[in-house]
Every structure is written in structure tokens, then in C-alpha cells.
């Protein structure tokens, strides 16, 4: 099974950018469509973004234009940098493997996640 570890969640102010990194064990990392989701307390874990094994790129309407995903198969590793953040940006960021990349968009489309990341944003 693969360990995914997210670091790089913090405390910024609306309009800044942060690069958020989800770094994983797996040895299979190459194949795995990658993901990224947020949760905010009270709420169901929403979609944010997600990247597949050939590298395309899929993101929620609410981060279009102002987030990307990308990864380094050499590190085995994947990151969301995020750009004009927003107050409503404010959830903990979750990373996310799928084995067979069977879709993108749902949490049960995944078969690994990490702890998860705070991210919080100050008006």
C-alpha cells in the first residue's frame, strides 16, 4: 500500500500563492492518477484537482486559472500550487492516489490519501 505525506500548508493572506506537496512511497507512483481534494468542517470533501499518469490535467471551476497541479515521477511526488488564494480557498487539502485511474472526480475513485494540510486564508 502506498503512504502519502502532504506538506506545505499554512497561514496567508488573500491574493498570495502557496505550493502545497504530497510526496508518496508507493513504488508504482508513475501509473497512479494523482489527486487533490479540501474539506471544510461540516462539509463533504470536494473535488479540487487531479493530474493522470500521462499527465493531463483536470481542475474544479472554482480553482480554474488559479491553481496547478503538477508531478515529479523522479520524486515521487505531487503538488498543487495554488495562486490568488481566496478566503473561501480555507480547507484542509488532501492528497490522493488511484491505482487504475478509473476516474477523477469522486473520493471513491481513490484507493490512498494523505493526512492532510491545512490551508487557511485571511482576508
Known amino acids: 500500500q502506498a503512504q502519502l505525506v502532504e506538506s506545505g500548508g499554512g497561514l496567508v493572506q488573500a491574493g498570495d500563492s502557496l505550493r502545497i506537496s504530497c510526496a508518496t512511497s508507493?513504488?508504482?507512483?508513475?501509473?497512479?492518477?494523482m489527486g487533490w481534494f479540501r474539506q471544510v468542517p461540516g462539509k463533504e470533501r470536494e473535488f479540487v484537482a487531479a493530474?493522470?499518469?500521462?499527465?493531463?490535467?483536470y481542475y474544479a471551476d472554482s480553482v480554474k486559472g488559479r491553481f496547478d497541479i503538477s508531478r515529479d515521477n523522479a520524486k515521487n511526488t505531487v503538488y498543487l500550487q495554488m495562486n490568488s488564494l481566496k478566503p473561501e480557498d480555507t480547507a484542509v487539502y488532501y492528497c490522493?492516489?488511484?491505482?487504475?485511474?478509473?476516474?477523477?472526480?469522486?473520493?471513491?475513485?481513490?484507493?490512498?490519501w494523505g493526512q492532510g494540510t491545512q490551508v487557511t486564508v485571511s482576508s
Open positions: 490522493a492516489a488511484a491505482i487504475y485511474g478509473s476516474g477523477y472526480f469522486t473520493g471513491d475513485q481513490y484507493d490512498y
Open positions: 508507493g513504488r508504482t507512483f508513475s501509473t497512479y492518477t
Open positions: 493530474i493522470s499518469w500521462n499527465g493531463n490535467t
